[in-house]
């Protein structure tokens, strides 16, 4: 019965997605492909639309053969994982201390006004959903964001409006 469940949960993720994990695991000794467990997460969440389900979490685990709690640890613990879905664009809003002082909360203040939500939520249309994160390691160019892959640095409101005005 176990197996039936794995080849199940297997299927849930997709060819493309299995080979790209692939590519991970075999970066990897062979006894230790566990190690691609935040890639896999990744990859899974971006094959579904920028969230992980419990059933994608489970999938994940029997495809590199781990306890599925481990899987469950990664996946809560940083917060580059998604557990309800999310807008198009998530801007993740950097508010520790270098971002911080140097104007973050202004910037938070600025987005949540411009886009009509908090910090958590998605705008109506689902196009844009707003995140606060912990150090993005741009200390530098504070205050920032990361949009999909891209930072954005030394942010101001007309900055921002430029930025918001280019999401498509």
Known sequence: ?????????????????????????????????????????????DQNGGWLTTELMDAVADYLDMDKIHVYEVATFYSMYEHKPVGKHKICVCTNISCMVCGSGEIVEHLEEKLDIKLGETTEDNRITLKEVECLGACSGAPMIQIGENYYENLDAEKIDTILDSLK
């Open 1 to 45: 019965m176990t197996q039936i469940l794995k080849e199940a949960n297997n299927e849930l993720i997709n060819a493309s997605s299995r080979e790209e994990i692939d590519v991970w695991v075999a970066k990897y000794p062979e006894d230790q492909k566990q190690s691609a467990v935040m890639s896999a997460l990744r990859i899974v969440q």
